[in-house]
């Protein structure tokens, strides 16, 4: 931003004008001048041809000089310009200004002339200025005479010619400046939403993410802004997650840590009975699963999300895989009176990485486990639709509510944290479930309201 654009677009059409201006200045100047010419030579060459023909019959019977005097001079009153008749031995016998009668003239207009060709040129002398030369010959028959000679002053049409130039130059340069005006205007109000949008990334390198430009109008630096906008915005929320997720994280590791802590300096001094210590380990030995099972899960999301988690995909029954998640948790169920029921369905096999789905459906059915009554049932199933597979599991549990079903999914998000916490729950479970369906390309779907239970549907597209 340190030349402006307006100032490169304004000498960019400034040289632009130049070019254009001489160009066809040039082409103006040059056809006016050679038209203009060319009538006056026409005009010339008609009344010099009237002079040789009336003269011929005096040069050829002996040189009438008074006649020939005559007429020059009359012609050379009505024309303004100065005539010569020459004879064939190139002597003036007539000059309209009475100068050079008698002396002999050469110039090679009027050799051509005697020798039979009409000619003329234009000459610039520093005493008279800008002359034109026209010389035709006289004959009679195949005799050759002599020659009229015109010495025409054209200064006036290099006068119009000159003031044609001086206007050509003026409307260049008006024009020039108007455009050179016109187009820094122009650029302030292009470059104004740039500046702006260079402001904005300026602050955003800064570090202040979120960052909004004023957006005004409807082209493509507003569409520009309105992306910056929504990146600046994305970005801002990205950076409060991975905040949040480290405070979170930190904290998840730390609480069983300190629990661990805790227990190792009571069991420290040897005042405890061997039960007791036997208790203390236990409880280390729990603190410690929690801590496996939270790294692990930490690992597991990081994979994914730095799309190192490959899936393992091959054919598996999806009968045997509920069978087998029954299994794993009917101990846990049986310790909280909860029946685990399994939907018996027709037999079908389907293609997935089964190790990560199974995790994903333990996650789901542990979570019903975990948030139903006493007494309750929870129940898994599948069947199959257009879509695809539906895996699912329902329970009769606490339910929540929309607005909470909108969060669980995100991570460390739980509802009743002390609940959670007691049953082992660090807030990953859901995340997880999310991450692994989507990578098999399918979805999950929450029907649940408050004390009505809930129902997580798992449903997985024919390919992942
Ligand atoms: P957690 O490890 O805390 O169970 P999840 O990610 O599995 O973490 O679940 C997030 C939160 O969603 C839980 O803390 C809980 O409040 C709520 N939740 C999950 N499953 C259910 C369910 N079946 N019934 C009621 N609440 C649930």
């Given amino acids: 931003m340190k030349t402006s654009i307006g100032w490169k677009l304004g000498f960019t059409y400034l040289i632009l004008i130049f070019i254009a201006m001489v160009t066809l200045g040039s082409f103006i100047l040059e056809d006016f001048q050679s038209a203009y010419l060319a009538a006056t030579r026409e005009n010339l060459l008609r009344y010099s041809n009237v002079i040789a023909n009336k003269s011929a019959p005096f040069l050829r019977e002996g040189e009438n000089h008074d006649y020939l005097d005559f007429l020059v001079r009359d012609y050379s009153e009505q024309t303004g310009n100065r005539i010569m008749i020459i004879n064939k031995g190139k002597k003036v016998v007539a000059d309209s200004a009475r100068e050079w009668v008698g002396q002999e003239l050469t110039t090679p207009e009027i050799n051509q002339a005697i020798d039979g060709r009409t000619a003329t040129q234009v000459y610039r002398f520093d005493e008279y200025g800008t002359v034109l030369y026209l010389a035709v010959p006289i004959a009679s028959g195949q005799q050759k005479l002599g020659a009229v000679f015109i010495a025409a002053d054209i200064n006036y049409?290099?006068?119009?010619?000159?003031?044609?130039?001086?206007?050509?130059?003026?409307?260049?340069?008006?024009?020039?400046?108007?455009?050179?005006?016109?187009?820094?205007?122009?650029?302030?109000?292009?470059t104004g939403p740039l500046q702006r949008l260079y402001q904005g990334v300026q602050e955003m390198a800064a570090g202040n993410y979120g960052t909004q430009v004023k957006i005004k109008g409807n082209d493509e630096f507003t569409a520009l802004a309105r992306a910056f906008n929504q990146m600046s915005e994305k970005i801002a929320m990205e950076d409060k997650n991975r905040k949040e997720f480290v405070a979170n994280a930190s904290h998840e590791l730390k609480t069983p840590l300190a629990s661990i802590k805790a227990l190792a300096e009571a069991s420290l001094g040897g005042k405890l009975r061997t039960e007791e210590i036997d208790e203390v380990l236990a409880d280390i030995n729990q603190e410690v699963d929690r801590l496996d099972k939270l790294t692990g899960d930490l690992l597991l999301l990081s994979r994914i999300e730095n799309n190192r988690q490959e899936l393992k995909v091959n054919?598996?029954?999806?009968?045997?895989?509920?069978?087998?998640?029954?299994?794993?948790?009917?101990?846990?169920?049986?310790?909280?009176?909860?029946?685990?029921?399994?939907?018996?369905?027709?037999?079908?096999?389907?293609?997935m990485d089964g190790d990560m789905i199974f995790r994903a459906m333990f996650n789901l059915l542990d979570n019903g486990v975990k948030y139903s009554p006493r007494g309750a049932t929870v129940s898994i199933g599948y069947h199959r639709i257009s879509e695809g597979?539906?895996?699912?599991?329902?329970?009769?549990?606490?339910?929540?509510?929309?607005?909470?079903?909108?969060?669980?999914?995100?991570?460390?998000?739980?509802?009743?944290?002390?609940?959670?916490?007691?049953?082992?729950?660090?807030?990953?479970g859901l995340a997880i479930v999310a991450e692994i369906v989507n990578l098999h390309g399918g979805q999950v779907l929450v029907d649940s309201s408050p004390g009505q239970g809930s129902t997580f549907r798992v449903i997985l597209p024919e390919k992942p």
């Fill in 389 to 428: 597979l539906i895996m699912w599991v329902s329970d009769q549990g606490l339910g929540m509510k929309a607005s909470e079903r909108e969060k669980i999914f995100n991570r460390f998000y739980r509802l009743d944290k002390a609940r959670s916490r007691e049953t082992g729950g660090s807030g990953l």
């Fill in 315 to 351: 054919v598996n029954s999806v009968g045997e895989l509920m069978q087998q998640l029954v299994k794993k948790l009917e101990p846990l169920a049986r310790q909280r009176d909860i029946v685990l029921e399994l939907v018996p369905g027709q037999e079908l096999y389907w293609s």
């Fill in 157 to 190: 049409l290099v006068d119009q010619v000159e003031a044609l130039r001086e206007r050509l130059v003026l409307f260049g340069a008006s024009t020039g400046l108007v455009i050179f005006i016109l187009s820094l205007f122009l650029a302030k109000l292009m």
